[in-house]
């Protein structure tokens, strides 16, 4: 379940951006300002708003520590401020003078990134405000960045709908055309993903755009082996142009707003839709997961901001297809895996499977030693339940894999019964008895 818990009415024009830390959410709006609140009680702070832009404010986005804010404007800028006090800490102004229309931190905290209108991408130093490398897309304006999680590249969106890879020395990887008719957004899923064949670890990506769709994206980079990106999947659950997409803080959901005027929530490894969202009356132009707990933050040009509270099972909405043959569970991908413990009420051990890469394959092969010594389960319990679990998996492998029909199974234990009876009639005195020479 998904409920609204709070509507922000504070801002004088369109909301364009909001983005969270662990404690406070920021939002940016067309009237010049930036406010602050808290996420305890959603109260505004006492040096909110935030006024320094001469001009509409198109983007903000919190350091990973939360300590600054960055924010960029029309006006050609990009301010760090103290969220302590609200005190501007540094005025970076673009080199071109052109309008910044996105903003992003690197994980480290070591870098920003900023974006502007005449294409121009500027990687400044985040401790000293001083520019670092600059560069530019061949055509349209920046409107979207993301950095890898590992932040040995970034990702920046054009309105001409190109999305372009950059390595952390501003050295351009990889340029594709996306999407027609411009990009709006991108999101760095938190959570990688392994290949299992070749041990490579690739991180999801989504782009959307005006061509009314989300596409997932798969990137992997490394020093030696070199760039990859791989598109994935469309989804097509809008019916007018997307202008946000954002990643929940453990990659299980990806939330999209549109045109349409509708919020919708994806389950990331189904690419099912969980929820759709119609209480904002305008463009949904914003929306962003908090980093560590179960809130989503959706902005309008109706000038409002929406707060919503997800149930703790919502992140692990994805079940096993019901009509995906249990015979394959040795095909299954780590993803899989983690759509089956969550089926089976041991979501806490998703993230333990998930970074010793345990595939269907890896699970069926599972033993009590595995569990103690190498996922370091140590409760005896949970160990117990788990090989239970497992165990249950293997027979019905078995079962499939043999071909004996479903009637002469236990539906208890799942074994072959050997001598079974069948009970028909209203009352227990009326039985027949019939044995099956098996």
Known sequence: MVKLIHTLADHDDDVNCC???????????????????????FTE??????????????????????????????????????????????????PSGSPVRVCRFSPDSSCLVSGAADGTVVLWNAQTYKLYRCGSVKDGSLVACA??????????????????????????????????????????SPQPVSDGEQGLQFFRLASCGQDCHMKIWMISFTHILGFELKYKSTLSGHCAPVLACAFSHNGQMLVSGSVDKSVIVYDTNTENILYTLTQHTRYVTTCAFAPSILLLATGSMDKTVN??????????????????PEQFVEDWSEDDVSDWLCAQGLKDLVDIFKMNNIDGRELLNLT???????????????RSKVLRKIEELRKKVKILSSGIPDEFICPITRELMK?????????PRHMEVSRLGV
């Open 19 to 41: 983005a969270f830390s662990a404690s406070l959410l920021a939002t940016c709006s067309l009237d010049k300002t930036i406010r602050l609140y808290c996420l305890s009680d």
């Open 45 to 94: 702070l006492p040096h909110s708003p935030l006024k320094f832009h001469t001009y509409a404010v198109h983007c903000c986005c919190f350091s990973p520590s939360g300590h600054i804010l960055a924010s960029c404007s029309t006006d050609g800028t990009t301010v760090l401020w103290d969220t302590q006090n609200g005190q501007i800490l540094a005025v970076m102004e673009q």
């Open 147 to 188: 950095f890898s999680p590992n932040g040995n590249l970034f990702v920046t969106g054009s309105s001409c709908g190109d999305l372009t890879v950059w390595d952390d020395k501003m050295r351009c990887l990889h340029d594709e055309k996306a999407h027609d008719l411009g990009i709006t957004c991108c999101d760095f």
């Open 307 to 324: 707060i919503w509270q997800f149930d703790p099972g919502a992140l692990c909405q994805a079940r096993i297809p019901e009509d995906q």
């Open 368 to 382: 009590k030693e595995s569990l103690a010594d190498d996922l370091k389960i140590e409760s005896l319990g949970l």
């Open 419 to 427: 001598d079974p009876v069948i009970a028909s009639g209203p009352y």
